[in-house]
């Protein structure tokens, strides 16, 4: 099994190794057949699933105003599907309304409405923000990974498996760091679990606050 190898002197390395497997326990598995499912959806299709189901909290291009409902516009439909599968399953923790627009649909609906969203625009970053050291070089002593080794240096993640965090509501990180940490999520990849578990409550909401600031979207 292939997965993604970091080290903490170097933030370049993941990605180059091909695709990464997100491990059994982390939610949906990515086979081939998901990727290859994922990969067939028709994005139109999804347009109209979008504007019955999603519009209200995410709006049809992905962008949302409530700062504990992310924005998706531009995340690649695989990370999509996956956390909407999560959502159905179970597996990720959602609220009601969100879990609710998961259940009695067909798989097909949701890599659907996931192409969809994928194919809306996002603006990677608009600002020169200086990233707190914990994103650029971890902390080795507690074994905390470099976020940007897998985010990216700009936030812009590694598609298809690594979503992109620039431009992310704040709130909606803060939330989901705190759930990494006290495992509620774990859907997460492990190492970077690990990484986000060793980490205090103010460095978790100084890392969403710088992403939010890189703006974008
Ligand atoms: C009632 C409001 C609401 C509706 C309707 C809704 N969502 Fe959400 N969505 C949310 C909230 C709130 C979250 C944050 C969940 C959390 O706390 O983990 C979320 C999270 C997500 C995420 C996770 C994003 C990430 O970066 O991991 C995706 C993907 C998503 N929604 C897609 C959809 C799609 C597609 C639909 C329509 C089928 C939909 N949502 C309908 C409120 C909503
Ligand atoms: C080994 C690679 C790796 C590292 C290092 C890593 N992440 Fe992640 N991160 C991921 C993957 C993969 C996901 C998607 C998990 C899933 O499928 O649910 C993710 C998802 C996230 C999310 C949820 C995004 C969303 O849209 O809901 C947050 C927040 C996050 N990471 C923060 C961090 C922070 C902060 C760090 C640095 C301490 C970090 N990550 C380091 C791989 C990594």
Redesign the pocket.
Known sequence: MRR?T?SVLSVTI?GLLGPLT?EAG??LALTEEVISFVSQADPEAGKDFAQKKCIRCHGLDGISKDAAT?HISGLSAL?HY??LKDFQSGDRYAPRLMRRSCQNVTDQDLANVAAWYAGQPTIPTVNTVNPPD??RNGDPQRG????A???GQNGQGMPP???G?AA?HAEY?TV??ERYRDGTMP???P??LQ??MA?TGEETDQ?AEYYQRLGGR
Not at 144 to 147: N, V
């Open positions: 993604c970091v993941c997100v982390s939610g992310p990370y996956k956390q914990l994103v905390i990974l470099a976020c080794a897998c985010h498996h690594i979503p965090l992310q990180l989901i760091m859907t997460g990849d190492v970077m990484s986000v980490m890392v």
